[in-house]
């Protein structure tokens, strides 16, 4: 076969992706060059993507809690955004002793001189006891913090270090609060993360030198992976510029960027393989181009899918999900640039000496593969004689695992228990036990007035909104200003307040502006931050609450904000959009497969195999972490629970996922179909010939995803659990099981398409090409023969236009 003809359609030159795979195999050290400088500027510029991270952010575009923070943020001359608690506690001295107390003012004295602290509270001022413990050995100082999320987080661990400075006698200084918190997280997921690959990668290579049963081989689906991770990395440090990124980012990218790096690169370097054992006689270059054009053409169209999926993100108003997409988006887009580009010229570049290095016992199964004798064309043969009874108890199995996800429950976990051992995990479960669970992190209810300054009406609404929160019985103690007012005059009307502004006002700037049109009620909840009872408590000051302030005053307008506020506006955000991305995936998903292979029922049915494996990952989820059945095994407390976050950014994920391996497999199939028309044959011939590299990319997924198990942050726990049993469940029940038998049981309606939707449907064909012809004539009759040989159809099996 010539070069020109290879593999494009009949009569025409060959497709841009062997030109691609051609033109990079043969100019490798111009390649390998241009990579080498981008691998070099990708690790420089990986510090500044860490460095940027921030914890998970929950604020919502345009929701409530926006608005407060923002009103909190520009009228308030401290301008601050967020209420943080500094704990000092001894178990040695009271807060009356003298060093105690030292301790404490030479920690109020650090604290004022940091940047972007505004606001403190000494608990020896009047009015202060209520920062004393019960036990009288825990103190807490009350601060404010200035500055957006990113400001508050990257000042967090700088205000814990100039503690850890003063701190002494017997008496531990923490920071603890939602800033405090995000910041230990991001630390601790660092750790974590290393950790999972250190574990996760050897194993990988294990799997991948049973595989390919040559270290040569299994090498290079390592190596090209971590380029691909730490290119993916470069590029998100060099957008940390303009932005940041949550760091449930780092932990995702590292995820897929393992796994589907790898991924992408064993189902290219499997065709390779395959070309170079049914034409060795054919030059390097040739081999790769023709690899480029049939197995670099289904990776491009599943990395394209998984892109499509991710991007559905971008419809949720909310900066947790927009971070994940682009990181997500720009490491599938690098990974898929390594496969085109670099993976192209280094198997140019081994040539022939990649099945070198040969693992002993696995010799014969390198040099002579016989994928129609294999453990997969017995079982699959069996699939096929009883579709129905092994397909149907595959759907049911199925079925059952997905029972869970009907009583699915959403909430947020502030992420304490996983830095327990920090200072802000330390000092959050101090104030839980010994203060108000939700002192740490209160509720913000912001009260503005529409025009001019406050007058004695509003200050009395206001009061009675104070009032009526703190008889609550969630609320432990309400800071207003109309509160401090009476402390200080027995009054709480304007003359009152003007006069304390005129006296001292700064001990007033944190909770009323200095144009007294502004003003901040702070709650301290009886429940954690991220506990129903919290949820509930906004709830109820928003739709009860607020509302009668605001009529009782008509020109008063009332904004709840804080952490959990914001828990609430980002579980409405995600009940919202959820329609809107799961329409846009599967839409679209549906065009892109109906253009790759020209069949309604084959479209319809990769979406439904996609949603079979998502909805029983989903309910094995449900089942592990939210009702407990896999506490005691994966070293976790379950919260009764799933991250609010994580079902959505989940399913987007695993479906694009799951889209990898039916375009892998239908390809095959097609090809088949093209040349024979024959669809028993198809299934057979697709599923003998894709089942074991599916299977083995499958092993690594499942192993690199469970690796972050082993995690101490949930959702990181979560997110690795949910991969690992869709991708198992995908692989051993779906594609080898459920896919042939309904394939079996739809005969030729598989590949039906009406004839005026063939003839308006732009020609867009992605199945692999012709497959490698066999070395021998005699070879195994499952490889398919040359196309132009045997070409049976006008549907050309590789597409020009890729």
């Given at each position: ?32 060059a ?61 807060v ?20 972007g ?32 999320e ?5 000042n ?45 990668v ?43 990124f ?83 988006m ?32 696995l ?176 709830h ?10 605001e ?10 904000g ?17 329609p ?89 199939m ?6 024979t ?66 394939m ?59």
């Open positions: 076969m010539s070069p020109r003809r290879q593999p494009g359609k009949r009569g025409q030159g060959p497709s841009l992706l062997y030109r691609l795979g051609t033109w990079c195999a043969t100019h490798v050290w111009k390649v390998l241009v990579w080498l400088v981008v691998l070099v500027a990708g690790g420089l510029l990986v510090p500044k993507f860490t460095d940027s991270l921030t914890g998970s952010s929950l604020k919502v575009s345009g929701s409530e809690s926006a608005r407060a923070e923002e009103v909190m943020k520009e009228d308030f001359d401290s301008a601050v955004t967020e209420d943080v608690v500094v704990v000092f506690d001894s178990s040695t001295r009271s009356k002793d003298a060093a105690f107390r030292d301790v404490v003012q030479r920690g109020i004295a650090e604290l004022r001189k940091q940047p602290v505004a606001g403190v509270e000494d608990p020896y001022a009047p009015g202060g006891e209520a920062q004393i413990a019960p036990d009288g050995r825990t103190a807490i100082v009350l601060a404010g913090l200035t500055g957006d990113r400001d508050r987080q990257g967090a661990p700088d205000i814990q270090r100039a503690l850890d400075g003063i701190q002494g006698d017997g008496v531990d200084v923490m920071l603890t609060g939602s800033s405090a918190l995000n910041a230990a997280v991001v630390e601790q997921e660092d750790k974590d993360l290393a950790r999972a690959e250190s574990i996760g050897p194993i990988a290579l294990v799997v991948l030198l049973i595989a390919f049963g040559t270290l040569v081989a299994a090498g290079l689906p390592i190596l090209l992976g971590v380029a691909a991770l730490m290119t993916s990395f470069g590029v998100l440090g060099a957008l940390s510029y303009l932005t940041s949550d760091t449930f980012v780092q932990a995702v990218v590292t995820m897929l960027g393992l796994a589907l790096g790898i991924d992408y690169c064993l189902f290219i370097v499997t065709r390779q393989r395959e070309e170079l054992q049914a034409r060795p006689d054919r030059p390097i270059a040739q081999t790769v181009g023709a690899t480029m054009a049939s197995a670099g053409k289904a990776v491009l169209f599943s990395g394209f899918t998984v892109l499509i999926s991710v991007a559905g993100l971008l419809l949720v108003r909310a900066p947790v999900f927009r971070s994940m997409a682009f990181g997500v720009v490491a599938v887009a690098v990974m898929l640039t390594v496969a085109m580009t670099l993976l192209p010229a280094v198997l140019g570049l081994c040539g022939t000496k990649i099945n070198r290095l040969a693992v002993p016992g010799r014969r199964a390198v040099s002579h593969p016989d994928p129609e004798h294999s453990i997969w064309a017995r079982w699959t043969k069996l699939v096929l004689r009883r579709p129905l009874l092994i397909g149907g108890a595959a759907v049911l199995a199925l079925g059952a695992a997905a029972i869970p996800v009907t009583g699915l429950k959403l909430g947020f976990d502030v992420g304490a228990s996983a830095v327990a051992d920090a200072p802000a995990g330390a000092g959050y479960h101090l104030v839980s036990e010994k203060f108000a669970p939700g002192a740490a992190t209160p509720i913000q209810v912001v009260v503005t007035k529409k025009e001019g300054s406050f007058d004695d009406g509003d200050l009395a609404a206001m009061d009675r909104l104070a009032t009526r929160i703190e008889g609550h019985k969630q609320v432990d103690s309400v800071l207003s200003v109309t509160g401090l007012l009476k402390e200080r005059t027995g009054r709480g009307d304007v003359s009152a307040l003007k006069a304390a502004m005129a006296e001292d006002g700064g001990s007033l700037d944190r909770i009323v502006n200095s144009r007294a049109d502004a003003a901040i009620l702070t709650v301290f909840s009886k429940a954690a931050p991220d506990a129903d009872e919290a949820i509930d408590l906004v109820w000051i928003r739709d009860t609450a607020a509302p009668g302030a009529s009782s005053a008509g020109g008063l307008a009332v904004a709840t804080g952490l959990t506020a914001q828990t609430v506006d980002v579980a409405g955000e995600i009940d919202r959009s959820t809107w991305v799961l329409g846009a995936i599967l839409g679209l998903s549906f065009v892109l497969l109906l253009l790759a292979f020209r069949s309604l029922l084959l479209a319809l049915s990769a979406i439904v195999m996609n949603l079979l494996a998502v909805g029983a990952a989903f309910g094995l989820l449900t089942w592990v972490f939210q009702e407990g059945a896999g506490e005691s095994l994966l070293d976790f407390t379950s919260r009764g629970f799933i991250q609010a976050y994580l079902p959505l950014l989940t399913f987007v994920v695993l479906f694009g996922l799951s889209m990898d391996y039916e375009v892998f497999i239908i390809s095959r097609k090809e088949e179909w093209d040349r028309r024959d669809n028993t044959r198809a299934v057979t011939v697709g599923t003998v010939h894709t089942a074991k590299v599916i299977t083995a990319a499958a092993a690594i997924m499942v192993i690199v995803f469970a690796a972050f198990m082993i995690t101490k942050v949930v959702e990181v726990k979560q997110m690795g659990f949910a991969l690992a049993a869709a991708v198992l469940v995908d692989a051993t029940l779906i594609r080898v099981v459920v896919v042939p038998a309904a079996r049981l739809a005969g030729d309606a598989n590949w039906w398409l009406p004839g005026w939707l063939d003839r308006v449907l732009p020609r867009v064909d992605l199945t692999e090409g012709p497959g490698p012809a066999p070395a021998d004539k005699g070879g195994d009759p499952a490889v398919p023969a040359p196309a132009q040989a045997t070409r049976a159809s006008g549907t050309p099996g590789a597409s020009s236009s890729s």
